[in-house]
């Protein structure tokens, strides 16, 4: 029997700040879930990070990149069944964009939230940052993707991926699948640890102690920033009456533990913040510790970093040349 090839699903993660409980929740534990039902590739986007000016130091942004392979396969992906790789190692990924770019108006980037939320927190925008969607259209075009796992954040850009590739397929001939965002229902937006009106984010929590708890902190301070979060002060764990902070707990504990709310809300109730907090630390423990371990043995094998990012990248360059390829025959370049 012929096997039934397997649909197509990409994501990416930006190799900037400590990946987060947020990233991992959103993001990573949701490819982990999903990877062996698609033909899934994963990349690390290094050409979005320097979309930040800041975050070009280059010994900085190398060693952020395999620090982010190594959470990713820590974490559970498994590099021979799916793939990882870089994206500055894939030209075309640039190219594309260059194509893209043409046929974007830019009244569609002016509306991106994430830009208006940067832009508003930079002294000067760089015009690589305005264009950042338009990158990410062409990382997920480029490998006739049929699903993009993200968090909540992401939903906007790939609406965006979508009208670039019915737009281009419209102007120039059908060569674009149109993607779909993949979201978890619960836990697609973290909030943070100190402040839950605020998303979880990398940025925040270099500047706050507290913000947020990384994939692979060790577990003491796992344990105190879970303990100092921000509840209120009654007694409610009930998803839908809690305050924010103390929702923002139990989603985290939801998605970790895999309970239903219902068994959640019964075990909870009447014990008091105290013991939600104590519980959620062992459980995020628990999650992470052997994450933890795992990263810190492949961070002391930067060869074999180095050889899984090599390979990842021939096993992805024929498709996104191929598909480059026809973009470029269809719009008559070359
Ligand atoms: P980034 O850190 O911006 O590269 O994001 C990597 C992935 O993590 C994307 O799919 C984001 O949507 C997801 N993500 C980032 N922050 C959060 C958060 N606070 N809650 C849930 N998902 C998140
Ligand atoms: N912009 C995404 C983020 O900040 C990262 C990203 C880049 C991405 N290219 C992608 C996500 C393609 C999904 C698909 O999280």
Redesign the pocket.
């Known amino acids: 029997m012929i096997e039934q090839q397997k649909k197509r699903l990409f ?4 190799p ?2 400590e ?2 409980i ?2 991992y ?4 534990s949701l490819w982990v879930e999903q990877q062996d039902q698609f033909d899934s590739i994963f990349c690390i ?1 290094d050409l ?1 990070a320097i979309t930040i000016p800041e975050t070009i130091v280059p010994e900085y942004l190398r060693k952020k990149s395999r620090e982010a392979e190594a959470i990713l396969i820590a974490s559970g992906i498994d590099p021979e069944r799916s793939v990882i790789f870089i994206q500055s190692h894939i030209p075309a990924h640039t190219e594309l964009t260059w194509i893209l770019n043409s046929i974007t108006p830019i009244g569609w980037l002016e509306r991106m939230t994430q830009f208006k939320v940067k832009s508003a927190q930079l002294e000067s925008i760089s015009t690589g940052l305005f264009d950042y969607p338009v990158l990410q259209a062409a990382d997920v075009l480029l490998y006739k993707t049929n699903v993009v ?6 939903r906007q850009h790939i609406e965006l991926m979508d009208d670039i590739a019915q737009r281009f397929n419209h102007l120039f001939g059908e060569v674009f699948i149109l993607p779909q965002p993949m979201i978890r229902a619960s ?5 943070g640890l100190d402040d839950p009106t605020a ?4 940025s925040l929590a270099e500047k706050r102690k507290g913000h947020a708890i990384g994939i692979v902190d060790p577990p003491e301070v796992i344990r105190e920033a879970v303990m100092r979060a921000v509840t209120d002060s009654g007694k409610e764990t009930r998803f839908d009456c809690a305050s924010p902070g103390v929702k923002n707990l139990l989603v985290i504990y939801e998605v970790l533990s895999g309970k239903s709310r219902e068994a959640i809300e019964a075990y909870f109730e009447g014990k008091g913040y105290g013991f939600l907090k104590r519980e959620l630390a062992d459980l995020v423990i628990a999650t992470l510790e052997p994450v933890r371990n795992r990263y810190l043995k492949l961070m002391a094998e930067p060869a074999y970093l180095e050889e899984l990012l090599h390979r990842g990248a021939e096993r992805v360059r024929p498709i996104a040349e191929s598909t480059l390829k026809q973009a470029k025959d269809l719009v008559g370049l070359g």
């Open positions: 994501s990416g993660i930006q900037t700040g990946l987060h947020g990233n929740i959103g993001a990573l986007v979005h796992p993200v968090g909540e954040d992401q836990g697609a937006r973290i909030m998303k979880m984010s990398k």
